[in-house]
């Protein structure tokens, strides 16, 4: 199993940009699949995650900013970041749990204020 993050990128303050998780060697479908991010010096932060049956979870900083979504067809999925502040600068990592927990190498968002 492979995540492949893409989409990071360096903004300024209110603008969005959509992170992409390409996952190779299982489905999505079934699977709990979120987003995580982590400063250096900080532990990493739940940001966004699909449970099982398809609710969503949201970390408190980014409820009605962000939000995260899935093609099961193309196994990919994706979140949608509006109204970026500076505080969301960090490396944000895919991830997805099954027998074990698979983690995407992380792509780098800084926004600039």
């Known amino acids: 199993v492979q995540l492949q993050a893409s989409g990071g990128g360096l903004v300024q303050a209110g603008e969005s940009l959509r992170l992409s998780c390409a996952v190779s060697?299982?489905?999505?479908?079934?699977?709990?699949i979120g987003w995580w991010r982590q400063v250096p010096g900080k532990q990493r932060e739940s940001v966004a995650i699909?449970?099982?049956?398809?609710?969503?979870i949201y970390g408190d900083s980014v409820k009605g900013r962000f939000t995260i979504s899935k093609d099961d067809a193309k196994k990919t999925f994706y979140l949608l970041m509006n109204s970026l502040k500076p505080e969301d600068t960090a490396a944000y990592y895919c991830?997805?749990?099954?027998?074990?927990?698979?983690w995407g190498r992380g792509t780098q968002v800084t926004v600039s204020s």
């Open positions: 699909i449970v099982s049956g398809g609710a969503t």
């Open positions: 991830a997805l749990f099954s027998d074990r927990t698979y």
């Open positions: 060697g299982t489905t999505i479908d079934r699977n709990r």
